[in-house]
């Protein structure tokens, strides 16, 4: 029944012309993917294709934030950090997977989603707890929860060898940003493509900043314009795909290089910052994978990332800082899935990460970490019964040192092992699969970063990792049909408890007002509900509308220190920027090749910090966003047009306190296919 959505739903996405019972339509190229019946326990949520396309978002942290149960930390404009949180538990808890291999930031653990475009992107899919498929790396395993980048691979028509996409987009805050993608076919088992891009923006836009005592009048209420929020990137991309009997491989090379402008914190009247941040990100990697009998399959995957990030603040008033800090990643991994039975698969996967870091900074540690996982996982299938357990064993060895000026006074050297098992269960009560329950139970645990644990004056090197307890029970309940006024639909209900233990936070250290130390001493714990739906549907001849509604409800209590209960106290308060009630609509109309595409964002009340008192409360904000597009076409060629209305009334709001985000903003975009 899953195929069958799918088919139905993209399928019934193409544009076919109109045609009698004896006219021979050729359509675009339907791709399905059979799976086993076990392969989807815990079913992601997915961004793909014609819908990820009409989103009007610009990278990949803008399309995620219409998944269910997500949090954006975003700091405004075209170049601002933009990282993501999943049910409350951190964003270190977030495994980002770009074509089946992690992205790995060893310094601070975060990934910017802003510098990830979506031109080059065919599919986003979110899942809670991991992948339901176990034949995957080991890494696959240690996360609470994985967002999975798929890039395009090229796919050619009518015997064609080769397919050139150019783009050039231009709106708000000045900005250009052209793109470019070429595929080109060698032989039946061989393709390469080229992917560039440039992004231009002076990141100015007007913002209207208010502020009101805690009895409610107005502190004051000004308009302004945000500066410093400009950036220069090129982003550019490079990847063979090949086949083999029973197999397949790609290596891809990537690189990205910015300067951006770092707007900062509107505090103290200052409106204007000139911090300055550079990024220089390269990897190289690849995967082979290969099935050597119907009983055993092999999978290998490597990579190299070398990063260098520079930032600067020559404001001599609060602290004159220069650092530079380059990090370096080795990845190899190894899976392998055997078949025992029809219905039962077993995978071992072993992988080895070295991950190294150097900075300007004086009496730096220059730490070194060395990370061996070894996971085992199974999946049993047993008529409408479906079960998936794994177990994930890590050893880790940091090596750093202690420094008095230039001298190294001692070389340390310590070692973690940790083992984190999980279970998940699924159960179609009916025969005609329409309904489904599932559930999870599952462990795992984020080591602390190198900034954590070594930065100068603030890491401390004594921290435990950080844990997450996570139980998950939800129902999905899907249908499809060829005929009628409802072509699909699919409903999906999830409630879900986490413990955070051992919470790594930044404490004042006792060595002035101005010390502060990473510590081990918080504790959070999260409930909440997810709700999805999403329906396909066809209101008349030639028109498709395709609707996506999520909504959350989540609690995330501060349960640190139960002494902490006065007025500005903050044991049961909820934790800084989670909103008890969020939610997005996303709609597309399609009529022949016009449609036109709405999408809709909220975020409830919340608190800035967990002390839940009304000097720290944040007001409710949401966006409308509007688009529409138009492809003209001759013979193989096409253009499409675009303009999109983002922000339709104006609001303005802050993400994070401080940071205003743009008001009304237009974009234009031309799309040359040749």
Same mark, same amino acid.
């Given at each position: ?28 190229? &339907? ?38 149960? !997500? @949090? ?72 609470? *929860? ?24 231009? *709106? ?7 793109? $470019? ?24 836009? #007007? ?23 400009? !950036? @220069? %990137? ?31 914190? !509107? ?19 690849? /995967? ?71 900075? /300007? ?25 479906? %079960? ?33 098992? %999980? ?8 025969? $005609? ?41 939800? &129902? ?27 919470? !790594? ?30 329906? $396909? ?79 720290? #409360? ?8 509007? *688009?529409?597009?138009? /492809?003209? &076409?001759? *013979? ?8 999109? &209305? ?29």
């Amino acid at each position: 029944m899953l195929v069958a959505l799918w088919v139905a739903a993209t399928a019934w996405g193409q544009d076919v012309p109109e045609a009698t019972l004896d006219t021979v339509v050729a359509i675009d190229e &339907v791709v399905v993917w059979g799976i086993k019946p076990f392969s989807e326990v815990i079913p992601a949520q997915r961004l793909s294709g014609v819908q990820l396309e009409a989103l009007g978002s610009h990278n990949v942290a803008d399309a995620i934030r219409y998944f269910a149960g !997500i @949090q954006l930390k975003d700091y405004g404009g075209v170049g601002g950090i933009k990282t993501v949180d999943m049910r409350s538990m951190g964003s270190n808890h977030m495994g980002v997977f770009y074509d089946g291999i992690q992205l790995g930031n060893a310094q601070n653990g975060q990934i910017d989603l802003g510098k990830f475009s979506l031109d080059n992107i065919d599919e986003i899919a979110l899942y809670t707890g991991q992948r339901s498929d176990i034949f995957q790396p080991a890494r696959d395993f240690g996360n609470a *929860g994985t967002i999975y980048l798929k890039t395009k691979r090229p796919r050619f028509k009518d015997g064609r060898r080769d397919n050139l996409d150019v783009t050039v987009r231009t *709106g708000s805050f000045g900005l250009f940003n052209p793109s $470019a993608r070429w595929e080109h076919k060698l032989g039946e088992r061989l393709s390469f493509s080229l992917n560039g891009e440039l992004t231009l923006a002076n990141g100015k836009y #007007h913002f209207r900043y208010r502020r009101r005592f805690s009895d409610g009048t107005p502190a004051w209420d000004t308009t302004a314009v945000r500066h410093n929020g400009d !950036i @220069q %990137a090129l982003r550019l991309e490079g990847a063979v795909f090949g086949s083999t009997q029973g197999g397949s491989w790609n290596a891809k090379v990537y690189y990205y290089d910015s300067e951006r402008g770092i707007p900062g914190a !509107i505090v103290n009247n200052v409106w204007l910052n000139s911090q300055r941040q550079w990024d220089r990100n390269f990897f190289v990697q690849g /995967t082979w994978r290969q099935r050597v009998s119907d009983r055993y399959e092999t999978m290998f995957n490597a990579k190299y990332a070398r990063d260098r990030m520079r930032y600067v603040n020559p404001d001599t008033t609060l602290l004159l800082l220069d650092n530079t800090f380059h990090q370096n990643e080795l990845y190899l991994s190894t899976a392998n899935k055997v078949t025992l039975m029809p219905d039962w698969d077993l995978n071992l996967a072993v992988d080895y990460k070295w991950n190294s870091l150097d900075a /300007t900074l004086d009496n730096f540690a220059t730490p070194t970490r060395h990370t061996t996982l070894a996971a085992i996982a199974t999946a049993w299938a047993w008529r409408g019964l479906k %079960a998936q357990a794994s177990g994930l064993l890590t050893l880790i060895n940091d090596r750093h040192v202690t420094r008095r000026a230039e001298d190294i006074v001692a070389s340390h050297n310590k070692w973690w092992t940790k083992f984190t098992p %999980a279970l998940f269960v699924s159960y179609q009560p009916f025969a $005609a699969h329409d309904l489904n329950v599932r559930a999870f139970a599952k462990r795992i645990f984020r080591m602390p970063t190198f900034n954590d644990l070594y930065y100068t004056d603030i890491g401390n090197a004594t921290l435990r990792p950080e844990y997450v307890t996570q139980y998950n029970v939800g &129902v999905q309940y899907q249908r499809a049909s060829a005929r009628g006024f409802l072509a699909a639909l699919k409903l999906t209900a999830d409630a879900y408890y986490n413990h955070v233990t051992d919470k !790594i936070i930044a404490v004042p250290s006792g060595r002035g007002q101005y010390r502060w130390m990473m510590m081990n001493i918080g504790k959070v714990e999260i409930r909440g509900i997810d709700l999805t739906a999403r329906a $396909a549907l066809r209101p008349a001849r030639e028109v498709e509308l395709d609707l996506n509604v999520n909504y959350t409800y989540q609690t995330a209590r501060d349960m640190t220190d139960p002494t902490d209960t006065g007025y500005g106290g903050t044991y049961r308060g909820q934790i800084a920027y989670v909103p008890w009630h969020s939610g997005s609509v996303v709609g597309q109309l399609t009529w022949r090749r016009l449609g036109v595409n709405y999408s809709f964002i909220y975020v409830g009340e919340r608190y800035h910090v967990s002390a839940n008192i009304p000097a720290n #409360h944040e007001q409710p904000w949401y966006t409308h966003d509007l *688009g529409a597009h138009y /492809t003209f &076409v001759w *013979g193989r060629h096409a253009l499409k047009v675009a303009a999109e &209305v983002n922000n339709v009334f104006n609001q303005q709001y802050d993400v994070i306190l401080n940071f205003p985000m743009p008001g009304r903003n237009y974009r234009l975009t031309l799309k040359w296919t040749l």
